[in-house]
């Protein structure tokens, strides 16, 4: 199989503008990150997300692309890219691209000349109506917004996201009026070879694949979206003939639509149907020690996606956060992030670290957005390295950052953490460390729930695989001791121990608060 490397995959997603800056201009860029490449490696993570890296205005963080052939100069430039590669494959890691097929900056070319009065080449790449004075009479699924005015051309343009986002012309699977064109049309089809092409260049140049932004909006009028679906296996065997090796995940939230879409993955999110939420990031999460938290509804959507995605050989990956979230920190401290890592580094799928969850970063409520983060701007401020200017992020005059750092005095920083064995960073290195060691531990080996009650703790589950046996992980985030009925072999071996190990009775274990335990049998 050409794609045996997310087998053991631990990815790391970089926000690129807030990583780490080379050159002192206050904003991170490729020659920053290619100096951390043996951090993350150190992290335990061998692959990377990077956020979007093209030439763009900067209205939605990059998100909105006005060149894709070309890496934004605040970043650096294409030959940055493909020492970034270069670098990266010499150390066995890979990286992913962000792709944003969905919407493209106002600015872009292609949107200009679409935008013209005569016909051309881009007429149709976007979504336009036929008279600036008409909208259709029934909000339309996945088209957000028009674009109304200022162009020469008589008509409104569909937006995807914010309004300089518009929405390129995949075509509608229902089609109610005169402008909208099908799937099929001439116009759609353009857009999809152009987005091939776009593929092509960055896979040619040594990307190992991409994320793809909004994967489940092309198709609009798709209620089902069974026509996003068949787009996306379009592209699926377009890959498969020319790219095996490329790898696709989505931000759809849906395993069960976008794997059968050809992803070889999806990331549950902070949207979508998978109560992810439940675990960290609502009122009472399950991940705090106050133990008031279920995780059983996510748990029972999640075996059901699970079930469909093993059929397909397709992963679900659940994130320690992303871009467009509050920080794990924003709810849980220090000591209960420990006990998440020890779940999302034990689970299955392939596991994604937001930079700076890592050590624990800060989520910074209510700082003034920066470009167009708004409130998801507190999840985005400057990795902390050390004690350095800058918490060593950048040698640029403080006043001179593009987003403000975390303010607080004791801030977490990698260099502290590293040289504490107990710290957040000690703990996930070690964690991804019996991870890698470990078969049963690896992205696709088996998983069994063994226990999750409504409202209940602890969390007990099975890893497996032919070559290794079983490791049982018992989690238990509350601070009460807990008892469950549970028979253990004696020659049981614990591989992994944190906030104190199980009592074992007749039948019994007797589970520490705020513990987690992996134990091979
Ligand atoms: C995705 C991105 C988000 C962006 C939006 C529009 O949700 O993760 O950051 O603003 O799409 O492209
Ligand atoms: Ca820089």
Redesign the pocket.
């Known amino acids: 199989m050409a794609h045996e490397w997310l087998d053991d995959a631990c990815f790391y997603e970089i926000y690129p503008q807030s990583f780490c800056d080379s050159n002192s201009d206050g904003i991170g860029d490729l020659r920053g990150i290619i100096r951390k490449l043996d951090y993350i490696l150190d992290v335990g993570c061998n692959a990377i997300w990077l956020n979007p890296v093209f030439d763009s205005p900067f209205v ?2 990059g ?2 692309v006005r060149d894709y052939y070309r890496i934004a100069p605040r970043y650096g430039t294409n030959e940055d890219m493909k020492r970034l590669f270069r670098e990266a494959h010499r150390r066995d890691m890979h990286v992913l691209l962000d792709l ?1 097929p ?2 493209t900056s106002a600015d872009c070319k292609w949107f200009k000349e679409s935008s013209k009065a005569e016909k051309n080449e881009y007429t149709d790449r976007y979504i336009w109506t036929d008279n600036i004075w008409s909208e259709p009479a029934n909000k339309v699924k996945n088209i957000t917004g028009y674009v109304r005015g200022g162009t020469e051309r008589n008509g409104a343009a569909a937006v ?3 309004s300089a ?1 518009p929405a390129l012309n995949y075509g509608f699977a229902r089609t109610d009026e005169p402008w909208q064109q099908s799937v099929d049309d001439k116009g759609p089809r353009a857009t999809r070879e152009a987005l091939k092409d776009i593929m092509r260049f960055w896979l040619d140049m040594g990307c190992d694949g991409f994320r793809v ?2 994967a489940m909006s092309l198709v609009k009028n798709d209620d089902d979206q069974s026509a996003t679906i068949k787009l996306w296996q379009d592209f699926r065997d377009f890959l498969d003939r020319e790219y095996p090796e490329a790898v696709m995940v989505s ?1 759809w939230g849906e395993p069960d639509k976008s794997l059968a879409g050809g992803f070889h993955m999806d990331f549950l999110l902070h949207f979508g149907p998978s109560n992810y939420l439940d675990l960290f990031r609502v009122d009472n999460p399950y991940f705090s020690r106050d133990g008031k938290g279920d995780a059983a509804v996510f748990f029972e959507k999640y075996m059901r996606n699970k079930h469909l995605a093993d059929k397909g050989d397709g992963l679900i990956c659940i994130p320690s956060g ?3 979230m509050v920080r794990l920190a924003h709810k849980l401290d220090m000591e209960e992030m420990k006990i998440v890592f020890a779940f999302l580094l034990s689970m299955p799928g392939v596991p994604f670290i937001y930079y700076g969850d890592e050590i624990g970063m800060n989520y910074l409520e209510g700082i003034k957005s920066v470009e ?1 983060g708004y409130e ?1 701007t507190g999840s985005r401020s400057p990795m902390q390295w050390n004690h350095s200017t800058n918490a060593g992020f950048s040698t640029a005059p403080p006043e001179e950052l593009y987003i403000m750092l975390d303010p607080s005095e004791n801030r977490p920083n990698v260099e502290d953490e590293l040289k504490e064995e107990d710290s957040l960073l000690s703990t996930v290195m070690e964690l991804t460390r019996i991870r890698a060691e470990h078969p049963s531990l690896h992205n696709r080996s088996n998983f069994r729930l063994l226990h999750c009650e409504k409202n209940s703790y602890p969390l007990v589950y099975e890893r497996s695989c032919d070559k290794e046996g079983s490791i049982v992980v018992v989690l238990n985030p509350s601070d009460k001791t807990v008892e469950m009925d549970f028979s253990l072999p004696e020659n049981c071996k614990t591989i992994y121990t944190h906030g104190g190990s199980l009592k074992r009775g007749n039948g019994i274990i007797e589970v520490p608060g705020a513990s987690a335990n992996f134990i091979l049998i």
């Open positions: 939605d963080a998100y909105d944003v969905g919407h995807n996201f914010f986002q932004d909004m931000e992303n871009h467009d167009g998801r």
